[in-house]
Structures are given as C-alpha cells and as structure tokens.
C-alpha cells in the first residue's frame, strides 16, 4: 500500500512522462518528525525523500525572501538552485542520511542557461562565472533545480566542493566572487568585480522571469 500511495501522489505533482528519470538513482527513504525542514516537508504530505525532491523540482524557479529560512521554498512556492538544494539537504541531515550539498563553478552561458544571452551580449560576453548546487549521493550527482533540466547536472565544473546548508548565502557568495576574480585578470577589458557582479544578477533575474 505505501508503494502504490507514494506512486499516486508522485503522478499527481508531475506528469508521468517524467517518472522514469526521477525514479533512476534518487534515494528514496522516511521523512520522519526530526527538525523543522522534515516538519515543513511533513506539513505538506510529503513523507518520503524521493517524492519531496520530485516535489521541489517543479517548485517555480526564485528568490525566497529570506536565504536563512529554508523552508520558504515550500511556503513561498519559489527557490533557486542554492535554496532548493539547500533545504533537501538539511531534509536529509536530519534524517541522518549520508547525502552531500555541492558547490560549483561553471562558465555560464546561452548554450547551458538558456535566458542568459541576450544580457551577455549587451556587455560584450559569452559567459561569465557563475556558482551552482546540487546533490550528490550514493556516487550520484543529482539537480532538482528546474524540471525541464535533466536531473544529472549538465554543467562542466571548474571547480566543486561539499558545502553545508548554511554555507549557500555568504560563503557561496564568497567563493563565486573570487572565481571572478581571477576570471576577470584573464579578461582584456577593464571591467570591474562590482560590474561583473551587476551584470551576473541582471542574467537571475532574467531567468527568474
């Protein structure tokens, strides 16, 4: 019975099409009532890993309003590659459950964040640095971040380290910058981190729309 249940209510969130590739490797195990990003995943009946991550993957892509309350993603029905991952992997520390929080730096352009062109190309650009999160479990690397992506990260990452859930805010910031830094010295026009930075935020907010 609780097979047959967790496969109702999975159909139901998402189309069936897409089962197959959410089914393939995403751990699957009890949200049990063991902190407050369990309770929120609880509260909203999904009781089962598999279905909460298939569940924040069709989450709508934005900001929450506050990076320090995880939960909002549920609550304000939005997040972002860092909040998303963020509160699946606080779900699974709670749960005493073996998954890792990845930071990555890739080169962000047209071709792997579609949206992001038009705004490059006003400044000159093909891409730019840019900080992303994901999953890794199980020797399984997994993204939850938008449903038309494949759940595999398509990115070639220049750089990836294990982060923890409050490390999404400051300190990814943080790394990201200082990869533009070094990306910037490479660069033969003048422009300064604080533009970089501008311009980096005017790409989210594009694809945030």
């Not at 992997?89 to 890792?100: F, N, R, S, W």
Request: glycine share 4%; with cysteine; hydrophobic share 35%.
């Amino acid at each position: 019975m609780a097979n047959e249940t967790l496969y109702i209510n999975v159909t139901y969130i998402f189309p069936r099409s897409t089962m197959t590739d959410i089914k393939i490797n995403v751990p699957s195990f009890a949200i049990k009532p063991k902190g407050n990003a369990s309770l929120t995943f609880i509260e909203h009946n999904l009781t089962d890993f598999r279905l909460a991550a298939s569940y924040v993957r069709f989450v709508p892509y934005g900001r929450i309003s506050r990076q320090d309350n995880l939960s909002l993603v549920l609550k304000e029905n939005r997040g972002t590659c860092s909040t998303k991952h963020g509160l699946l992997a606080k779900v699974a520390l709670e749960q005493d459950q073996p998954l890792k929080l990845m930071l990555g730096i890739y080169y962000m352009n047209e071709g792997n964040t579609a949206g992001v062109g038009s705004v490059l190309s006003t400044h000159g650009l093909d891409s730019i640095p840019e900080a992303h999160c994901y999953l890794f479990y199980n020797n399984n690397y997994f993204d939850f971040t938008r449903p038309e992506n494949p759940i595999e990260p398509q990115f070639e990452f220049l750089h990836e380290e294990e982060i923890t859930p409050v490390q999404i805010s400051d300190y990814k910031t943080q790394q990201h910058k200082i990869f533009m830094v070094d990306w910037l010295k490479s660069q033969s026009n003048l422009m300064s981190l604080e533009d970089l930075w501008e311009i980096r935020e005017t790409c989210i907010t594009k694809i945030c729309d």
